[in-house]
């Protein structure tokens, strides 16, 4: 059980938009500790999608964006494609544990 | 550029020891931290924690302490992971990574490709 929140599973129509959220509390994204996104296509290693809650590392596609607010933050996939099926993870840091990062326990992206 | 290569699948029965590696290149060793990222079978990723790639000072993630050991080769720019006692629940893909920092804050930007170690009789 991570202490960040997110659904098991969504799922979209190919051109669609979807959301990823990440549900934290006040000891680590309610604190305003930044969040990072996560893919992971099958078989291979994460990949950095986006860094410090809304920035997007130079090759990564302008249809992904992040946003926080409170204890939240979350991932948007716009003009949704078959290659985004893929695992998701946001990963933030939490004062409550002496000073650690945690990952979400991350989203299971289908493409219908 | 930054690269990552891991050492290749282990198998061990229980009890017995692993050592996995990661082998930097592209970039000078000591400027980024490197982080250890556990995945087991089926399931999400977890945080380990890091070392200290000047001091060579190890910090762990509350769920791993005791039979786990981060610990480095400067002269061949090279990060360990070494976990003893192993336990059919070490089963698991580990992954290195180095942390960035930038304007965006600390984040684990490199990856390498993964290590599976699998504990079995």
């Known amino acids: 059980q991570s202490v960040l929140t997110q659904p098991p599973s969504v799922s979209g129509a190919p051109g669609q938009r979807v959301t990823i959220s990440c549900t934290g509390s006040?000891?680590?994204?309610?604190?305003?500790?930044?969040v990072h996104w996560y893919q992971q296509l099958p078989g291979t290693a994460p990949k950095l999608l986006i860094y410090g809650n809304s920035n997007r590392p130079s090759g990564v596609p302008d249809r992904f964006s992040g946003s926080k607010s409170g204890t939240s933050a979350s991932l948007a996939i716009t003009g949704l494609q078959a290659e985004d099926e893929a695992d998701y993870y946001c990963?933030?840091?939490?004062?409550?544990?002496?000073?650690?990062?945690?990952f979400g326990g991350g989203t299971k992206l289908t493409v219908l | 550029q930054v690269q990552l290569v891991q050492s290749g699948s282990e198998l061990k029965k229980p009890g017995a020891s692993v050592k996995v590696s990661c082998k930097a290149s592209?970039?000078?060793?000591?400027?980024?931290?490197m982080n250890w990222v556990r995945q087991a079978p089926g399931q999400g990723l977890e945080w380990m924690g890091w070392i200290n790639t000047n001091t060579g000072n190890p910090t762990y993630a509350q769920d791993f302490t005791g039979r786990f050991v981060f610990s480095l080769d400067t002269s061949v720019s090279t990060a360990y992971l070494q976990i003893s006692s192993l336990k059919a629940e070490d089963t698991a893909v580990y992954y290195c990574?180095?942390?960035?920092?930038?304007?965006?804050?600390?984040?684990?930007?490199?990856w390498g490709q993964g290590t599976l170690v699998t504990v079995s009789s």
């Open positions: 990963l933030s840091y939490d004062s409550s544990l002496s000073g650690f990062w945690v």
């Open positions: 006040s000891s680590n994204i309610g604190a305003g500790y930044v």
């Open positions: 990574a180095t942390r960035y920092c930038s304007g965006g804050g600390c984040y684990l930007d490199s």
């Open positions: 592209g970039y000078t060793f000591s400027n980024y931290a």
